[in-house]
């Protein structure tokens, strides 16, 4: 465990998130940047459950969406003030991963993924059929962010309320992880009998790191259905879950810094291949597959080992 | 009122035989090499649209059910050969991305060399329905439900009765046990993602008739068909069958008596809580989770 | 010699003055910014938009283009996602700086991107057919296509005639189906028409023998009606007919196409839908106003493309003539001109209908526009 090691990831972080801006020419590129940082923000959390702890969750994309609409729906319908909704979604939906998950967690390997891909649809559909209360598949439009009078509008504010979050997000995972907590998960990870043997409740690290993922998700989800001022059932279902779960383990699993440019990289990505018209598609899944091949535990923990070796 | 429990029992035996189907290439893979091949639903999508497409350039119904399932066969050896094999011992989750960027990466192909339309094929022998004490079945349904059957036989035959078959459930069960005994797991690994493209292949073509096709609609398809696969409890072929066939009916059910609009739900909420209370699915294939 | 001297190095300099201001002088393109849904499960209707759009461009540009400037087309693929949809409006906007914009092949996509249009004050032309796009009316959004309250108020208006007046609906869990399920819920009765039977089915699914049974065994049920597009409504028609159903089957105009013919087989016969005049283009009577139009229409494209021409496509065409008309009077690419030329557009005859917009009506078309279809032999015909 290097704190150093962290520490400077984290003053990289807080370095390139300032400097950004200065090669953002229009607000379209600070559109890019702001969906990737929300990106992060979710993978960073789903890190703590899929990478160090060792779980799958094919359904997280249900987190993000069910704080996203409890904040439209507490915003536009019934007034509340914006804060209290986003707060208000956040601790929804940690109890509802608190209850579901002691149950889902029990199981294994393929049988969780496919339960919490069950879990992510259930809660797709009812906000699509639902749609007097959610809009249904249209979509709803979302008010835009207020705290006490002011609003957060435009992209270059968003920008900088976004990066700050993911800031802070990969603090505290950076944190919970050097703490004894993130060594109970990681001793899961490497096998769950064993750690049970040496005294760690293994249900219940596993539970908190669905809890803490499910949470965050829901956060970043509330704060995307501020900015976009829309929200549609599509961010709710399971092809969002797939990229998610992509994300995190194509920037590298069990390191914060992977799940953060596995995020940056495959959001902004599809914005690079546009040019390629047809061929988007066939050119994704191309590199999805190589990068894999190639770079099995992730872009970052490979290059990261190039880069050791080289200077080795 | 009979007469509507009947005709339930009937769409849910027609959507479920294939689920069924597309399980149990599912269920092979999973048999001979412990993945999960998420492209799975792919190849029942090349399947239909090659036969479409082949019909279209004016080859007879045989023939270019022939060549279709030839092509996807061939599609497997690649992504086994070109995709999974370089991955060598490569974890789980780097798999399941390795497969879900093959099922994009097919989607892409299919996009460009054939169309995006949804594309219809002629069921057998006729759209006449069958009717029985007044529901009505479509002959096409019988058919998958035949063949499945018949294949979930076929494959057990495969497995218990013959070498190659006990040499795949060997390097499945323990790599490198199976490789001292002088199995050559590479090749038993091939051989299964052939077979699994072939018969995901004679899928497409069995259900297309039923359901059209396009070159998108291996998502949704695979989908179902590794719910059912789980449900039925993965690695067992005759779980494949129980798996699909119930999903079938409690989507149809479903839709019947409770809401229409969310037999999906209803049919995932069912699955949780058999997941729930038989960790192992229904009938409980498959080895467990190594520790 | 001095002379011939100073001749000629005047001619030269003067040519290369000409020729360094010439490249200023000639013509920036005129931008024509598109996100449709090519792909994805939309890509019915967003790729013969995509198709139409590039075709007429080319075509336009070989003419001489607009206004003395050509016409260059930045289109991006959304699939059918409203959020990249807003991003790629976004960056039309930012960074390709387009003079006008068209697309948004859903309702969804589209509304999406409403606030970012009417905030940079740039004018958007729909081809999405909720009623929500033009109502409450907003002062830069545009739609070619008819409305669904349209298409549910002239199904009524031919079940009227049919003396039909109670009906079960059976619709998917798409966007388009259940806003225009919504509609027909809502102007049912203004035609004696109640609504007994209410199912639905997922997008990809391949049996509704359960929900149309259940609308069969409704009591009093004389006709159905399928809101919806793509594989749902030519499995629905064939499995009303294996169920042996007899009664009228209303489809709705997003299965405006031969394609769902194909689909359906022998089970499409007899099957009703509101459409535009394309569908039907060469057995209109020749005094058809729209006749020209929609046959120029469809033998272009079908001859392009080699597929069977569907009313998306024409949405596009539409959208697209109607923006270079509306800039062909404004004289300019000024986007405050181009918005209120298009809003004065009127007698327009396009595949949809004739269109006369005003500034209480940003669609410009009415209830006649829309046909009543009936599939006889395996082919569009126009209803009795």
Same mark, same amino acid.
């Given at each position: 465990?290097?704190?150093?090691?962290?520490?400077?990831?984290?003053?990289?972080?807080?370095?390139?998130?300032?400097?950004?801006?200065?090669?953002?020419?229009?607000?379209?590129? +600070?559109?890019?940047?702001?969906?990737?940082?929300?990106?992060?923000?979710?993978?960073?959390?789903?890190?703590?459950?899929?990478?160090?702890?060792?779980?799958?969750?094919?359904?997280?994309?249900?987190?993000?969406?069910?704080?996203?609409?409890?904040?439209?729906?507490?915003?536009?319908? +019934?007034?509340?003030?914006?804060?209290?909704?986003?707060?208000?979604?956040?601790?929804?939906?940690?109890?509802?991963?608190?209850?579901?998950?002691?149950?889902?967690?029990?199981?294994?390997?393929?049988?969780?993924?496919?339960?919490?891909?069950?879990?992510?649809?259930?809660?797709?559909?009812?906000?699509?059929?639902?749609?007097?209360?959610?809009?249904?598949?249209?979509?709803?439009?979302?008010?835009?962010?207020?705290?006490?009078?002011?609003?957060?509008?435009?992209?270059?504010?968003?920008?900088?309320?976004?990066?700050?979050?993911?800031?802070?997000?990969?603090?505290?995972?950076?944190?919970?992880?050097?703490?004894? $907590?993130?060594?109970?998960?990681?001793?899961?990870?490497?096998?769950?009998?064993?750690?049970?043997?040496?005294?760690?409740?293994?249900?219940?690290?596993?539970l908190l790191a669905f809890v803490v993922s499910a949470v965050l998700?829901?956060?970043?989800?509330?704060?995307?259905?501020?900015?976009?001022?829309?929200?549609?059932?599509?961010?709710?279902?399971?092809?969002?879950?797939?990229?998610?779960?992509?994300?995190?383990?194509?920037?590298?699993?069990?390191?914060?810094?992977?799940?953060?440019?596995?995020?940056?990289?495959?959001?902004?990505?599809?914005?690079?291949?546009?040019?390629?018209?047809? +061929?988007?598609?066939?050119?994704?899944?191309?590199?999805?597959?190589?990068?894999? $091949?190639?770079?099995?535990?992730?872009?970052?923990?490979?290059?990261?080992?190039?880069?050791?070796?080289?200077?080795? | 009122?009979?007469?509507?429990?009947?005709?339930?029992?009937?769409?849910?035996?027609?959507?479920?035989?294939?689920?069924?189907?597309?399980?149990?290439?599912?269920?092979?893979?999973?048999?001979?090499?412990?993945?999960?091949?998420?492209?799975?639903?792919?190849?029942?999508?090349?399947?239909?649209?090659?036969?479409?497409? !082949?019909?279209?350039?004016?080859?007879?119904?045989?023939?270019?059910?022939?060549?279709?399932?030839?092509?996807?066969?061939?599609?497997?050896?690649?992504?086994?050969?070109?995709?999974?094999?370089?991955?060598?011992?490569?974890?789980?989750?780097?798999?399941?991305?390795?497969?879900?960027?093959?099922?994009?990466?097919?989607?892409?192909?299919?996009?460009?060399?054939?169309?995006?339309?949804?594309?219809?094929?002629?069921?057998?022998?006729?759209?006449?329905?069958?009717?029985?004490?007044?529901?009505?079945?479509?002959?096409?349904?019988?058919?998958? !439900?035949?063949?499945?059957?018949?294949?979930?036989?076929?494959?057990?035959?495969?497995?218990?009765?013959?070498?190659?078959?006990?040499?795949?459930?060997?390097?499945?069960?323990?790599?490198?046990?199976?490789?001292?005994?002088?199995?050559?797991?590479?090749?038993?690994?091939?051989?299964?993602?052939?077979?699994?493209?072939? =018969?995901?292949?004679?899928?497409?073509?069995?259900?297309?008739?039923?359901? =059209?096709?396009?070159?998108?609609?291996?998502?949704?398809?695979?989908?179902?068909?590794?719910?059912?696969?789980?449900?039925?409890?993965?690695?067992?072929?005759?779980?494949?069958?129980?798996?699909?066939?119930?999903?079938?009916?409690?989507?149809?059910?479903?839709?019947?008596?409770?809401?229409?609009?969310?037999?999906?739900?209803?049919?995932?909420?069912?699955? =949780?809580?058999?997941?729930?209370?038989?960790p192992r699915g229904l009938l409980g294939g498959g080895s467990a989770?190594?520790? | 010699?001095?002379?011939?001297?100073?001749?000629?190095?005047?001619?030269?300099?003067?040519?290369?003055?000409?020729?360094?201001?010439?490249?200023?002088?000639?013509?920036?393109?005129?931008?024509?910014?598109?996100?449709?849904?090519?792909?994805?499960?939309?890509?019915?209707?967003?790729?013969?938009?995509?198709?139409?759009?590039?075709?007429?461009?080319?075509?336009?540009?070989?003419?001489?283009?607009?206004?003395?400037?050509?016409?260059?087309?930045?289109?991006?693929?959304?699939?059918?996602?409203?959020?990249?949809?807003? @991003?790629?409006?976004?960056?039309?906007?930012?960074?390709?700086?387009?003079?006008?914009?068209?697309?948004?092949?859903?309702?969804?996509?589209?509304?999406?991107?409403?606030?970012?249009?009417?905030?940079?004050?740039?004018?958007?032309?729909?081809?999405? *057919?909720?009623?929500?796009?033009?109502?409450?009316?907003?002062?830069?959004?545009?739609?070619?296509?008819?409305?669904?309250?349209?298409?549910?108020?002239?199904?009524?208006?031919?079940?009227?005639?049919?003396?039909?007046?109670?009906? *079960?609906?059976?619709?998917?869990?798409?966007?388009?189906?259940?806003?225009?399920?919504?509609?027909?819920?809502?102007?049912?009765?203004?035609?004696?028409?109640?609504?007994?039977?209410?199912?639905?089915?997922?997008?990809?699914?391949?049996?509704?023998?359960?929900?149309?049974?259940?609308?069969?065994?409704?009591?009093?049920?004389?006709a159905v009606v399928n809101p919806g597009f793509g594989q749902g409504?030519?499995?629905?028609?064939?499995?009303?007919?294996?169920?042996?159903?007899?009664?009228?089957?209303?489809?709705?105009?997003?299965?405006?196409?031969?394609?769902?013919?194909?689909?359906?087989?022998?089970?499409?016969? *007899?099957?009703?839908?509101?459409?535009?005049?394309?569908?039907?283009?060469?057995?209109?009577?020749?005094?058809?106003?729209?006749?020209?139009?929609?046959?120029?229409?469809?033998?272009?494209?079908?001859?392009?493309?080699?597929?069977?021409?569907?009313?998306?496509?024409?949405?596009?065409?539409?959208?697209?003539?109607?923006?270079?008309?509306?800039?062909?009077?404004?004289?300019?690419?000024?986007?405050?001109?181009?918005?209120?030329?298009?809003?004065? @557009?009127?007698?327009?005859? *396009? @595949?949809?209908?004739?269109?006369?917009?005003?500034?209480?009506?940003?669609?410009?078309?009415?209830?006649?526009?829309?046909?009543?279809?009936?599939?006889?032999?395996?082919?569009?015909?126009?209803?009795?």
């Amino acid at each position: 465990m290097c704190a150093r090691r962290d520490l400077l990831g984290l003053a990289a972080l807080v370095a390139v998130v300032a400097v950004l801006p200065l090669f953002l020419p229009n607000r379209y590129f +600070y559109d890019v940047a702001i969906l990737a940082g929300i990106n992060a923000i979710v993978c960073v959390g789903l890190n703590l459950l899929v990478g160090y702890a060792g779980q799958i969750s094919l359904g997280h994309a249900g987190f993000f969406g069910l704080g996203a609409y409890a904040s439209a729906i507490l915003t536009g319908r +019934y007034g509340w003030p914006p804060l209290a909704a986003l707060g208000t979604g956040a601790v929804l939906v940690g109890a509802l991963a608190a209850v579901i998950g002691r149950p889902v967690l029990r199981l294994k390997g393929h049988y969780l993924a496919m339960a919490t891909l069950g879990m992510g649809i259930i809660v797709s559909i009812v906000i699509a059929t639902e749609d007097r209360v959610t809009g249904g598949p249209d979509g709803l439009a979302v008010v835009p962010f207020q705290v006490f009078g002011w609003s957060l509008k435009g992209e270059e504010t968003w920008y900088w309320a976004v990066a700050a979050t993911l800031v802070v997000t990969v603090a505290l995972a950076l944190n919970l992880m050097a703490s004894p $907590i993130g060594r109970a998960l990681r001793s899961i990870h490497g096998s769950e009998i064993a750690a049970e043997v040496m005294g760690v409740d293994a249900a219940r690290y596993k539970l908190l790191a669905f809890v803490v993922s499910a949470v965050l998700a829901g956060v970043a989800g509330s704060m995307a259905a501020h900015y976009s001022g829309f929200i549609t059932p599509g961010k709710v279902g399971f092809f969002h879950s797939i990229e998610l779960v992509t994300m995190v383990i194509f920037g590298g699993m069990a390191s914060t810094f992977g799940a953060l440019v596995g995020a940056a990289v495959l959001t902004a990505l599809p914005q690079a291949l546009t040019s390629l018209r047809e +061929y988007e598609l066939l050119v994704f899944g191309a590199l999805l597959m190589g990068t894999m $091949i190639f770079m099995p535990r992730g872009l970052v923990p490979s290059l990261a080992a190039l880069w050791r070796r080289g200077r080795a | 009122m009979f007469d509507q429990v009947l005709q339930f029992l009937f769409s849910g035996i027609t959507v479920g035989a294939i689920y069924a189907l597309v399980a149990l290439g599912f269920t092979l893979i999973y048999n001979s090499s412990r993945i999960i091949n998420f492209a799975q639903g792919e190849f029942v999508m090349i399947g239909g649209m090659a036969t479409v497409f !082949l019909l279209g350039a004016g080859l007879p119904m045989p023939l270019a059910a022939l060549f279709a399932v030839a092509l996807c066969t061939l599609v497997g050896l690649a992504l086994e050969k070109l995709a999974i094999e370089p991955a060598g011992r490569a974890s789980v989750v780097a798999l399941i991305i390795i497969t879900i960027g093959a099922s994009i990466f097919l989607r892409g192909v299919a996009q460009l060399v054939w169309d995006k339309k949804l594309h219809a094929l002629p069921p057998f022998t006729g759209d006449a329905p069958i009717h029985v004490a007044g529901a009505t079945i479509l002959p096409q349904s019988l058919w998958v !439900l035949i063949v499945t059957v018949f294949l979930v036989l076929a494959l057990r035959w495969f497995f218990t009765g013959t070498l190659l078959g006990k040499a795949m459930l060997a390097a499945a069960d323990n790599r490198d046990a199976a490789q001292l005994v002088g199995i050559n797991v590479r090749r038993v690994q091939l051989l299964s993602f052939a077979l699994s493209a072939a =018969l995901g292949a004679a899928a497409g073509i069995l259900v297309a008739p039923i359901t =059209l096709t396009a070159y998108d609609i291996g998502t949704m398809i695979g989908l179902k068909g590794f719910a059912a696969a789980i449900l039925g409890g993965i690695g067992s072929g005759p779980g494949a069958i129980v798996g699909g066939l119930v999903l079938g009916v409690v989507e149809s059910f479903g839709a019947g008596y409770v809401s229409s609009a969310y037999k999906d739900a209803i049919a995932f909420v069912v699955i =949780l809580l058999v997941l729930f209370l038989l960790p192992r699915g229904l009938l409980g294939g498959g080895s467990a989770e190594r520790v | 010699m001095h002379r011939r001297t100073l001749v000629t190095a005047i001619v030269v300099l003067g040519a290369g003055v000409a020729g360094a201001l010439l490249p200023a002088a000639a013509q920036q393109p005129i931008k024509v910014g598109a996100f449709l849904s090519a792909t994805g499960p939309a890509a019915f209707l967003g790729d013969p938009e995509q198709k139409t759009l590039e075709m007429y461009i080319e075509e336009l540009n070989a003419k001489g283009g607009v206004l003395g400037r050509k016409l260059q087309l930045v289109s991006y693929d959304d699939g059918g996602d409203a959020e990249k949809a807003r @991003t790629f409006t976004k960056r039309l906007i930012e960074q390709d700086n387009v003079d006008i914009i068209l697309g948004g092949t859903t309702t969804g996509t589209t509304m999406a991107v409403v606030p970012l249009v009417e905030q940079a004050g740039i004018p958007f032309i729909s081809m999405a *057919g909720a009623v929500v796009i033009v109502e409450p009316v907003k002062k830069w959004v545009f739609k070619t296509p008819h409305t669904d309250r349209m298409a549910c108020e002239r199904i009524f208006t031919d079940m009227k005639a049919r003396k039909i007046a109670k009906i *079960g609906m059976i619709s998917g869990a798409g966007g388009f189906d259940k806003s225009m399920r919504t509609e027909c819920l809502a102007v049912a009765k203004n035609f004696g028409v109640s609504i007994v039977a209410d199912e639905s089915y997922g997008a990809q699914d391949t049996d509704m023998t359960p929900q149309l049974t259940k609308i069969r065994n409704t009591a009093g049920v004389q006709a159905v009606v399928n809101p919806g597009f793509g594989q749902g409504p030519a499995i629905v028609t064939k499995n009303f007919r294996q169920l042996g159903m007899t009664m009228p089957l209303y489809q709705s105009h997003g299965v405006a196409s031969k394609q769902f013919i194909e689909l359906a087989g022998p089970a499409a016969e *007899g099957v009703r839908l509101p459409a535009a005049a394309l569908l039907v283009a060469e057995i209109l009577p020749d005094s058809d106003k729209q006749k020209p139009v929609v046959v120029g229409y469809k033998k272009a494209y079908e001859a392009r493309f080699k597929s069977d021409v569907s009313t998306f496509g024409g949405h596009a065409y539409d959208a697209l003539m109607i923006a270079v008309d509306a800039i062909k009077r404004a004289g300019s690419t000024d986007k405050g001109k181009v918005r209120d030329a298009i809003e004065k @557009t009127k007698g327009y005859i *396009g @595949t949809g209908g004739i269109v006369n917009m005003s500034d209480k009506d940003h669609m410009g078309l009415d209830v006649s526009a829309f046909r009543m279809l009936e599939v006889k032999n395996g082919s569009w015909a126009l209803a009795k």
